[in-house]
């Protein structure tokens, strides 16, 4: 059997090399490769369905990352032993995908559509998200199915002072950025990432860099369509039209919904004024078929597009009457929960969050066992997004793409103003649950954990606040408006999505989606800068409830004690089989746990009361520690022999008393001195060179007085 295989490498420029190759694995797809780098290989597959579904008006785009544990010679946990459903790093890299295809789909393809792409291969030192996007837009452009493509997805990461495209996972601890970056050879449409406070204009330095890379890797699918011979695209017709329908309900209803739009209305009372209007017109329309019946409704949504992006561009008014740059009233409340050892509201317009901290110990942290990613994390944050907060009934189903990846955002934003391990002890969880939505919740989640930590008495170096940024403009692209703080229908109707946070130094986290082509570089940093201003404003707002950490934890927090031991006693610690520390956890009531880092035993000590934390404490050190000349020590006798006793001073270790160091007086036995148990207080005076120690009790006890002489002598 022969093969058609057709591979294009693309030189990054710096000795590495990626490889795309088509036509060996998976061929029944309609568009499948494999992305090489170093040992990193994905298989990309796509399939899309012939027709598209009856009544389905939008893109049914499903993207799926999957992780086979034995690309990294693993097998999995868990019961089962085998993958199961998405991790969160495996959703959050499917979400990155997701993002950069679907605005490149035609508006009017509504077959169901799956891309799934397998990690099937990796080299630990070369991460594979940043090579996701380009094999699924690869799969595509290989394939008869409709795509405005290509795009690929780069990282891009400063280290040392140097941009690099694609750095090595081992070279990343040093970045002061890092960015996924999405676009097609002439524009960016997706950006996500965190950073070290940097400037508005390092980001799109670094932005424009990543440009320059996805350019080559586009051209390179370009070439790839040509060899494949897929230039020609599969014909479809997925939407019923009625243009004379359309003209009708534009003239009829455009006035009225342009008038609801500028009278500043609540949400509520806005969409039901909007509802009303869609219903009066379709009466007129009598009896009509489902088919009319949609398009009407579909032509009405564009109608309110038009009408509200038009009242922005032309009055530079909003929904809400605000202006392009004012921010929602803003108020907020810590310490709102007494029994949570953090706590805080934010509220900002029709957008509420109610945050918690929990502080846990280090049995507390979160176990990552994915195929590439795996380890312990102590900063945890979720986020949670009931139906109740749009005024939906909605089954609670658990966390879903949605909230993992807003969730992750505001993780990544507070994780760069945490204290360092050494002043944290704490594994440290945030939980935001929203309450009220009406415009970005992942930003308010950033402000009240920010409020929650300080409540906590967390050393964060820095307050965080976070902004969602619109952007509206024509069709020419000769006009457009940046709106800072977004309202849900602003996100929905605009052509940008734009997230900034960032401290009152610099920018700390972005997540950008983009609708349409052409954004200028220039309108790109001119969002970045009204955001800061935006950014800025909010933090003034969050200083009036809370400047700083607290000085202390709540007093119900629990407490952590970290000492240092030498590596040989962290065996005597533990016990056999557990046997010395459990005993220590049961009696004391605290919960400890002891690793070795750099050859020197850490052991935590954790518990929500002083007295249990002294008690682990004093056992502890009774056992690590070593005996010490000079030192006074509380000894049980284990022993009496016939010239002393022997005396245990700490677990383990015992020293000779001789009866001459018993007391000043002489003794001529031991008989009747000591019994076996009794405790007696002791001095070391000395350890010789075969590690015997040897003990005074006489040297504790005041000496005689010397007897004065009599007048006779």
């Given at each position: ?25 998976a ?28 009544g ?41 995908v ?30 594979p ?38 750095p ?10 890092e ?17 070290a ?8 330095e ?84 489902d ?26 008014k ?47 942290e ?47 934003s507070?994780?760069r ?8 002890p ?14 970005s919740?992942?930003?308010?989640t ?39 703080d ?22 700390v ?44 934890y ?48 850490i ?20 056992i ?90």
């Amino acid at each position: 059997m022969s093969l058609n295989v057709i591979k294009k490498v693309i030189d990054l420029g710096d000795g590495r090399t990626i490889e795309i190759e088509t036509g060996k694995l998976a061929k029944q797809a309609d568009g499948s490769v494999v992305v090489k780098m170093g040992d990193t290989m994905l298989l990309a597959t796509v399939v899309s369905s012939p027709e598209a579904k009856e009544g389905v008006d939008f893109l049914p785009l499903s993207v799926d990352y999957q992780e086979k544990y034995a690309a990294t010679g693993r097998i999995p946990g868990g019961f089962l032993r085998r993958e199961a459903r998405l991790s969160d790093y495996e959703v959050l890299i499917s979400r990155l995908v997701d993002r950069a295809l679907r605005p490149m789909f035609p508006e009017d393809y509504h077959a169901d559509t799956q891309v799934m792409i397998s990690l099937i291969s990796a080299d630990k030192d070369i991460m594979p998200d940043a090579l996701a996007g380009l094999a699924a837009s690869a799969a595509l452009a290989v394939s008869d199915i409709p795509f405005n493509g290509p795009i690929s997805e780069v990282r891009v990461a400063k280290i040392n002072g140097e941009l690099v495209i694609n750095p090595r996972l081992s070279e990343l601890e040093n970045a002061t950025l890092e960015f996924i970056v999405a676009g097609n050879e002439h524009d960016i449409n997706m950006v996500e990432g965190e950073s070290a406070e940097i400037q508005e204009e390092e980001l799109v330095e670094a932005i424009k860099f990543a440009h320059t890379a996805i350019k080559i890797q586009c051209l390179a699918q370009k070439e790839l369509t040509i060899e494949t011979g897929k230039t020609e695209k599969r014909v479809y017709n997925h939407e019923h039209s009625n243009e004379e329908l359309s003209k009708a309900i534009y003239a009829a209803t455009y006035q009225q919904v342009y008038d609801i739009a500028s009278s500043a209305s609540a949400k509520e009372e806005r969409a039901a004024k909007f509802k009303a209007v869609r219903d009066a017109y379709i009466e007129t329309l009598g009896e009509i078929d489902d088919i009319t019946k949609s398009l009407a409704k579909k032509y009405y949504h564009d109608v309110e597009y038009d009408a509200i992006r038009n009242l922005v561009l032309d009055e530079g008014k909003r929904l809400d009457g605000r202006s392009t740059t004012q921010i929602r009233p803003i108020w907020s409340e810590v310490g709102y929960l007494p029994s949570a050892h953090g706590s805080a509201i934010f509220t900002r317009g029709e957008t509420q969050s109610l945050t918690t901290v929990t502080l846990g110990a280090k049995d507390d942290e979160q176990m990552i066992d994915g195929a590439f990613i795996n380890g312990y994390q102590k900063f945890l944050l979720h986020y949670n997004f009931p139906g109740f907060s749009t005024g939906e009934v909605r089954p609670n189903r658990g966390a879903g793409r949605r909230e993992i990846g807003h969730g992750n955002l505001a993780m990544r934003s507070l994780k760069r103003v945490l204290p360092s391990a050494d002043e944290n002890p704490y594994t440290i969880r945030v939980v935001s649950d929203i309450l009220e939505s009406n415009g970005s919740s992942s930003m308010a989640t950033v402000c009240a954990g920010t409020l929650a930590l300080m409540d906590a008495g967390v050393k964060i170096t820095a307050p965080v606040s976070g902004i969602a940024m619109g952007l509206i403009t024509n069709e020419m692209g000769t006009k457009h408006a940046i709106l800072s703080d977004i309202l849900g229908d602003e996100d929905h109707l605009g052509d940008m999505d734009f997230k900034v946070t960032g401290t009152a130094k610099g920018i700390v986290a972005v997540q950008m989606d983009l609708k349409i082509n052409g954004l200028s570089y220039e309108v790109l940093a001119e969002a970045l800068n009204q955001a800061k201003d935006g950014r800025l404003h909010i933090l003034g707002e969050m200083a009036k409830t809370i400047k700083e950490p607290r000085a202390d934890y709540k007093p119900h927090a629990p407490r952590i004690v970290t000492i240092k031991i030498d590596k040989e006693f962290i065996g005597a610690v533990i016990g056999p089989g557990g046997k010395i520390i459990q005993e220590m956890q049961r009696e004391t009531g605290a919960t400890i746990s002891i690793e070795e880092v750099n050859n020197v035993g850490i052991v935590q000590i954790f518990a929500d009361n002083k007295a249990s934390i002294d008690a682990a404490l004093g056992r502890i050190r009774a056992i690590a520690s070593k005996p010490e000349v000079g030192e006074i020590y509380e000894g049980k006798v284990k022993s009496i022999m016939p010239f002393g006793a022997f005396v245990e001073i700490m677990p383990g270790k015992d020293g000779l008393l001789h009866i001459s160091e018993i007391d000043h007086k002489r003794f001529e036995s031991m008989d009747g001195i000591f019994q076996v148990g009794d405790e007696v207080r002791v001095k070391l005076l000395d350890i010789d060179k075969q590690g015997k120690l040897k003990l005074s009790r006489k040297a504790l006890l005041p000496k005689p007085e010397a007897k004065k002489p009599t007048e006779n002598n």
